[in-house]
C-alpha cells in the first residue's frame, strides 16, 4: 500500500447523494490508512474540508479513486473545481492534472 502523509490522517469528508449530506473520515493504524464510512455506498462527490498542498491533493484524490469511492463518471476536473469553490485550494488545478495523469490507479476523465 502507497504511504500516504499524515496530513490525510483525520481528514473529513462529506459525501452528497441525492442531496443528503453524509460523513466519512481518513483514519489509521498501524495496520494501513482506512476511510470510514456511514452505511451508505452510493457515493457520488466527495468534498474535503480544511486547506492541503498539492500532493495532499493528489494522495487524497488518488486514494479516493483507488478504491471506487467516487464514482469515476465525475471527472477530476469537477472534483477539483469544487476544491477550488469551497475555497479548499487556492493553486492552479493544472499543476495537480499535470500530476495526476501519470497516477495508473487513476482513470483520468476530465
Given at each position: 500500500m502507497k504511504n500516504y502523509p499524515s496530513i490525510c490522517e483525520g481528514v473529513e469528508f462529506n459525501r452528497y447523494?441525492?442531496?443528503?449530506?453524509y460523513n466519512a473520515k481518513i483514519t489509521s493504524d498501524k495496520n494501513?490508512?482506512?476511510l470510514e464510512l456511514d452505511r451508505f455506498q452510493e457515493e457520488v462527490l466527495i468534498r474535503c474540508d480544511g486547506r492541503h498542498s498539492v500532493d495532499d491533493i493528489i494522495n487524497i484524490i488518488s486514494y479516493v479513486y483507488k478504491h471506487k469511492i467516487?464514482?469515476?463518471?465525475h471527472s477530476v476536473?469537477?472534483?477539483l473545481k469544487d476544491f477550488y469553490d469551497k475555497?479548499?485550494?487556492e493553486f492552479n488545478s493544472e499543476i495537480i492534472l499535470s500530476k495526476i495523469r501519470?497516477?495508473?490507479?487513476?482513470?483520468y476523465a476530465g
Open positions: 447523494c441525492d442531496g443528503r449530506c494501513g490508512i482506512y467516487m464514482n469515476y463518471k476536473n469537477r472534483l475555497k479548499i485550494i501519470r497516477i495508473p490507479d487513476i482513470k
